[in-house]
Each structure stands twice: as structure tokens, then as C-alpha cells.
């Protein structure tokens, strides 16, 4: 096992961090329809960043579309199936870790890598590394790290199941999911999809520990959004294998990359929680509509293209509801339409917002028609941060 130091900068984190937790355990009862839709984007947003750190060429929004079965043409159907893949791999490890009799072992992260290789028969999915491999830097070519002989690979994840079996050190469960994250990426046991494996098994860590909402249970929109520092985070493996290296820097920069996320979601999942009964207000109250319109308004106030096939896989609903909805939506002229024939979509429109605005008598200009751009967007999510901002500190109080 390696080496590593609970640092008061790390202690000073995990404290941080279970402050956070406890609040939003005790503050973020939140209504199905939106803990369903909470779950729905920090998923995408994790997928995409994920595969985004290993080179596969999808954004965030092309996630989302993809997971709702409205693939992007843009989309090759090879990445379309790695980020199924991806759901199929978090879907698993939420499914086996409520499992009363879980155990970990070599299978588990075996069966992880193979959801998250869609299953390849090329690609090897699920199946350990057959040579030796070396990493590189890919913008420099350079070798940057060599993992333990492949020989050696069956018998170090034996070991890392075992230590994760074994009652452990009294260290926090952030500790333990840096451990597992960084020392799965140093053994580096596949040919690829290594660091998609780790970082699934280190959510998997935190999920099993009792971390069970997901701003909790994954950091790749964190560690999406910080490339360089996450790479940077694995110098103290050095050139080569080292069963014995301090990974101190490593566990500093997990533990604080999470408490920073658990800020950041804090605040952000408070916000979108107003906006979201906005506009489910306006939608059954204002419209008398099903509230699962909602969804429609909510891509469309973010700028995202609503297509029919995106929002009855959203909604969950047959292609003629979904029409009447977008159709009804776009009567009252909070939605545009954009093309036609099976290449409409819709967006979100002035009047939106100027709902939205009235719903929290935000000082916002709201003049004019067209688009929602960017600009007056960000003005609104900013007037309900402050107001999110003040109801948690009430909540605190």
C-alpha cells in the first residue's frame, strides 16, 4: 500500500466537506420529478467531462441528448456507445452498492471496465492488460510513467479488493477514495479506459460509505473542468511503479477537488432548485399543463436544443404527448420553434425569462423579444444565487 500523511490541510477539508454533507442532508429534501432531473444532468455532466479527460470528442450537451436516445449526427455511433457505456458503468455501480451482500473484488472493477468499453471485443473490454505498456504526455510524446509488469496486475487488484474489504485505517471515506482512485490509475491493470475505471470505483467508494447524493458520489465534472491540476495530482507516483511512493499530494489534491465540488454543487443545486419551482409553477399553475413540462422550459432557459425525441425521452412520454406539450408551449410563447419536419427543435424565448423574473421579482431587464442570450441568462442565475445564497445561510441560522 502507499504511503500518505493526513496533512492539516487535508484534515481541514474532510471537515469542510462533512459541514457541507450534513447540510445537505438536512436541507435538500427535494420533490421526486426534480431529484430525478438533479440526477439526470450531474450525470451528463459527469459522463462528459470523463470522457472529455480521455480524448473522446462529445460535449456536455451531446451527452445529454445521447442518454435521452436523441443522438447528435455530429455524434459517430463508436462515442455514442463509450458514453452509454459510461451510464451503464455508474448505473451498475449504484445498482450493486445497495447490495446487502457486496463484496469487493477483482470482478467488480473488471466488470466496471467493461461497461465503460461498451463491451468491446477490441478494445478488450473487462479483460486485463496482455503487455507491458508505457504512458505519454500526448501533447510532448514524452514517456511520462511506467506501470508494473502485466504479470503482476491480477495479484495487485486481488490486493486492492482486499484492502478495500479489510476494515481499513479510521480515515475518512475522501481518504479512502483518493487511495483507491490513484492506486488503480498506478497500476494501470487495462490497455485503456483506465482512468474512466477509477474514478467510477472511487465514486463507488464514497456511495458505499454513505455519501448517496450524486454532488457526493463523482468529481469528474471537477476534474473535467481542472485537466492540468488532475494530472499534475499524479507526479507523486514518479517515472515508474513504486509500490512504497507517498501519495500525499495525490490525496491532498481528491480530498480538496471534493470539498470544493460539495461547495460549488451546494450552492448551485439551491439555485437551480428555485428556478426549477418556477417553472414547474408556471407550467401547472400559469399553463395547467402536467408538470413534466418543466423539463422542456428547463433545457430551453439554459440554451440547449429541445428536440421532440429529447423531450419525451426526458419526459418519459409517448412522441404524440410530447408534441401536444411542445406545441402547447410554444402557443404561449415561451417556446420558439426552429426548422420543421423532423429537424424541428425548439428555444427558449424573452418571455421566459421575463416570467421566471417576475416569479422572483428579479430587478432584470427583460425588454425586447428573440432569444434568451447568454448574457441576460447569467443575470437571472446570478439574482438567484444571491436569493439561494441567503436562504441557506437562513437555513444555517
Not at 499534475?232 to 480538496?256: I, M, Q, R, Y
Request: hydrophobic share 40%; aromatic share 8%.
Amino acid at each position: 500500500m502507499f504511503n500518505y500523511s493526513l496533512t492539516s490541510e487535508i484534515q481541514a477539508d474532510v471537515a469542510r466537506f462533512a459541514e457541507v454533507a450534513r447540510r445537505l442532508d438536512v436541507v435538500s429534501t427535494l420533490p421526486r420529478t426534480w431529484s430525478g432531473r438533479v440526477r439526470r444532468d450531474l450525470q451528463a455532466e459527469a459522463i462528459g467531462a470523463s470522457v472529455a479527460l480521455e480524448g473522446v470528442p462529445v460535449t456536455v450537451d451531446e451527452v445529454r441528448r445521447i442518454l435521452a436516445g436523441d443522438q447528435p449526427r455530429t455524434v459517430s455511433d463508436e462515442d455514442a456507445s463509450l458514453v452509454r457505456g459510461y451510464r451503464e458503468a455508474m448505473q451498475f455501480v449504484l445498482s450493486r452498492a445497495d447490495d446487502s451482500a457486496f463484496v469487493w473484488s477483482s470482478e467488480i472493477f473488471r466488470t466496471m471496465h467493461a461497461s465503460v468499453m461498451a463491451r468491446s471485443y477490441a478494445a478488450r473490454a473487462g479483460l486485463y492488460r496482455d503487455r507491458q505498456v508505457w504512458l505519454t504526455n500526448s501533447s510532448t510524446g514524452e514517456q511520462v510513467y511506467l506501470p508494473p509488469d502485466n504479470d503482476d496486475v491480477p495479484a495487485l487488484m486481488d490486493e486492492i479488493a482486499d484492502w478495500l474489504n479489510g476494515p481499513g485505517e479510521a480515515v475518512s471515506p475522501l481518504v479512502r477514495s483518493a487511495l483507491t482512485h490513484v492506486w488503480l490509475a498506478a497500476v494501470h491493470p487495462f490497455r485503456d479506459g483506465n482512468g474512466r475505471t477509477a474514478r467510477i470505483a472511487s465514486s463507488l467508494v464514497m456511495y458505499r460509505s454513505g455519501y448517496r447524493l450524486p454532488q457526493f458520489t463523482s468529481l469528474e465534472e471537477w476534474w473535467g473542468a481542472h485537466p492540468a491540476d488532475y494530472y499534475t495530482a499524479f507526479d507523486c507516483l514518479g517515472k515508474s511503479w513504486d509500490p512504497d511512493a507517498d501519495v500525499t499530494p495525490f490525496v491532498a489534491a481528491h480530498v480538496g477537488a471534493q470539498r470544493r465540488q460539495a461547495d460549488a454543487l451546494s450552492l448551485k443545486e439551491a439555485t437551480e432548485r428555485l428556478l426549477w419551482a418556477a417553472l414547474e409553477d408556471i407550467v401547472v399553475h400559469g399553463l395547467g399543463m402536467d408538470s413534466r413540462a418543466a423539463n422542456a422550459l428547463w433545457d430551453a432557459f439554459f440554451g440547449r436544443e429541445v428536440t421532440n425525441r429529447y423531450y419525451r425521452g426526458i419526459a418519459e412520454v409517448p412522441q404524440v404527448t410530447a408534441s401536444h406539450d411542445l406545441k402547447q408551449l410554444q402557443t404561449s410563447g415561451l417556446l420558439a420553434a426552429q426548422g420543421g419536419g423532423r429537424s424541428r427543435s425548439y428555444a427558449g424565448t424573452i418571455e421566459l425569462v421575463r416570467r421566471v423574473a417576475t416569479t422572483f421579482s428579479l430587478a432584470v431587464d427583460t425588454s425586447g423579444d428573440g432569444p434568451i442570450d447568454a448574457d441576460l441568462r447569467n443575470t437571472v442565475v446570478a439574482a438567484l444565487a444571491h436569493k439561494a445564497a441567503g436562504a441557506e445561510q437562513a437555513d444555517v441560522g
